[in-house]
Structures are given as structure tokens and as C-alpha cells.
């Protein structure tokens, strides 16, 4: 069994595939990023629906991310096992950010059944309530590819510390751990 040596050394803890899945299809919200014309970071809490491994969630096209996705299409989204509304003790505990790139869509039979899937999960009770709400003539469906993933699995680095795991079970870890963390000047 591998015990932790270095605890800062974070990007070694990966969650599986199937894992991932969990988190995606549990998490309530997820915060969008991406830069402004300026080159400032911007960020804004989204609901989300986790479909064929990409991320998808709406806002209207009026919005400035509308215009900034347009203009450069590199996106960052965040997704924290904090936005479970379920209970974790079955569920992975942790954080995913996904670097992606984003497309834009606003013909009807995306909206349709991205309306659907995201009314049934923020709204299991009343689900048509919600559709209405969101079916307007200026709402976007933003669909993130991801290109890279930045993960942490507080359980798996629990385990670590304690000795209970075995190094296959350990992610390889990031530039930033394997070679700025001993010379970041």
C-alpha cells in the first residue's frame, strides 16, 4: 500500500469514469467560466445536465457570455460534490474542473430535450413548470466539450493518507505538482 508523502501534491487523486458520472448526474450546480473582451475571468453558477461526457446548460443571448463564448470558445466549468442535494455517503466527494470548448445552439430540437432533461432534474415535482419558464425565442444552450480535466478525490486522499491505497489506484500528477511544486520561482 502507498502512504502520502507529499500533501500538497493534490492532482494524484482522480476520480474513475464511473465516478465522474456520479458526480456529473448528482450535482445540482456548476459555476461557468471564461474571459472577457479585457481578459478578466468571469464566473456564474449554473444548473447543468451531463449528456455523452459534456457539460450542457442554458442562459439568455443577451448575456455577456453569449458574446464572449463567440468570440473565444475556451471555457473552464466547475462542479463541487457541494451541489449534491442528495446524501454523499454513497456519492464521490470532491471537485472537477473541466477546461473545454464551448459551442452555442439554438435550434429547437436541442432546446427541446435539453429543456426537458434540465426541468426534470431541477424541478422532479412540477417539471412542466419549469420548461415554460425556460422556453423563450432568446435562450442559448451552451454544450462544453472537455479537453482536460482538474480533479480531486477527497476520499481517495483520505485513503491515501491512512495507507489504504495502492499506487495504481493514484492519478499522475500535473506539472504543476510533479515539477513547480519544488521550484516555483
Not at 502520502?4 to 492532482?11: G, H, I, M, T, W
Amino acid at each position: 500500500m502507498s502512504k502520502l508523502s507529499y500533501p500538497e501534491a493534490v492532482s494524484i487523486y482522480p476520480f474513475n469514469n464511473n465516478e465522474i458520472d456520479m458526480i456529473m448526474n448528482n450535482a445540482m450546480e456548476c459555476t461557468l467560466m471564461w474571459s472577457t473582451k479585457d481578459g478578466w475571468p468571469v464566473g456564474v453558477i449554473h444548473s447543468f445536465i451531463w449528456k455523452n461526457n459534456k457539460i450542457w446548460l442554458t442562459f439568455l443571448a443577451h448575456r455577456h457570455r453569449a458574446a464572449a463564448i463567440r468570440r473565444d470558445n475556451r471555457v473552464s466549468v466547475t462542479i463541487s460534490s457541494r451541489a449534491y442535494e442528495t446524501d454523499v455517503q454513497n456519492l464521490p466527494v470532491g471537485a472537477i474542473t473541466f477546461k473545454g470548448e464551448g459551442v452555442l445552439f439554438d435550434d429547437e430540437e436541442t432546446k427541446g430535450w435539453f429543456y426537458k432533461a434540465l426541468s426534470e432534474k431541477n424541478s422532479p415535482d412540477n417539471p412542466q413548470s419549469m420548461f415554460e419558464i425556460l422556453n423563450s425565442p432568446t435562450r442559448l444552450i451552451l454544450c462544453v466539450t472537455p479537453t482536460k480535466k482538474i480533479m480531486y478525490n477527497k476520499r481517495l486522499a483520505e485513503a491515501h493518507a491512512k495507507g489504504e491505497v495502492s499506487e495504481d489506484r493514484l492519478g499522475k500528477p500535473l506539472e504543476s505538482d510533479a515539477i513547480r511544486m519544488n521550484n516555483p520561482l
